[in-house]
């Protein structure tokens, strides 16, 4: 499975559990948009870290990083 399948498949299954079944675009910025919370962030964050190897508290962190998916991409892609 490729990188932004997964992420977007992830990210998917959190929208789906607030019951938000709405497509996205990669571009659509989804945090700023409150589709969502910090909570939700969290998740990524976490998943990024175990997934990808991204350690945040040596990058640092700011969420517009994984507000949207080509945000997480330029992430990944970055690292």
């Known amino acids: 499975m490729n990188h932004r399948l997964a992420i977007r498949e992830f990210v998917q299954n959190l929208l789906n559990q607030k019951g ?12 700023a948009r409150g589709r969502l919370q910090s ?4 998740a ?6 175990e ?17 949207s998916i080509d945000n997480i991409m330029a992430l ?4």
């Open 39 to 42: 909570v939700d962030t969290l």
């Open 76 to 79: 990944i892609n970055g690292k």
């Open 51 to 67: 997934k990808y190897g991204i350690d945040f508290g040596e990058t640092g962190f700011d969420q517009n990083q994984v507000g």
């Open 20 to 31: 938000d079944r709405v497509a996205f675009s990669d571009s659509e910025q989804l945090v």
């Open 44 to 49: 990524v964050v976490v998943f990024l870290e």
